[in-house]
Nanobody
Framework: QVQLVESGGGLVHPGGSLSLSCAFS????????MGWFRQAPGKEREFVAG????????KYADSVKGRFTISRDNTKGMLYLQMISLKPEDTAVYYC?????????????????WGQGTQVTVSS
């Protein structure tokens, strides 16, 4: 059974940077597209970034393009999200998710497995 564990969240000032990690276990990592989603209080969970199983393609939400970078290491079973120029509106619980399809989608319901989430707070 696939398990995902996020780490790296915390408190950062506006304009600062933060990196998130997600450890994958219980399956063949390269066979899964991976995504990062986030959910702010009172809002629906939204797509942030996704990467294909081979790491050959990635997609981003318009709100994070140019500021966030998704990557993966298939030899280690690790997914990453590098975030720079953070804004208060980036404050949310961030989740990593795995999809048995090889190409990432932006749809929450397409993902089969989810981590427990890690809190990111951007505040002065």
């Amino acid at each position: 059974q696939v398990q995902l564990v996020e780490s790296g969240g915390g408190l950062v000032h506006p304009g600062g940077s933060l990196s998130l990690s997600c450890a994958f276990s219980g399956g063949t990592f390269r066979l899964y597209a991976m995504g990062w989603f986030r959910q702010a209080p009172g809002k629906e969970r939204e797509f942030v970034a996704g990467v294909s199983g081979s790491a050959g393609s990635a997609k981003y939400a318009d709100s994070v393009k140019g500021r966030f970078t998704i990557s993966r290491d298939n030899t280690k079973g690790m997914l990453y999200l590098q975030m720079i120029s953070l804004k208060p509106e980036d404050t949310a619980v961030y989740y990593c998710a795995a999809d048995r399809r090889l190409i990432p989608t932006t749809v929450v319901g397409s993902y089969d497995c989810w981590g427990q989430g890690t809190q990111v707070t951007v505040s002065s």
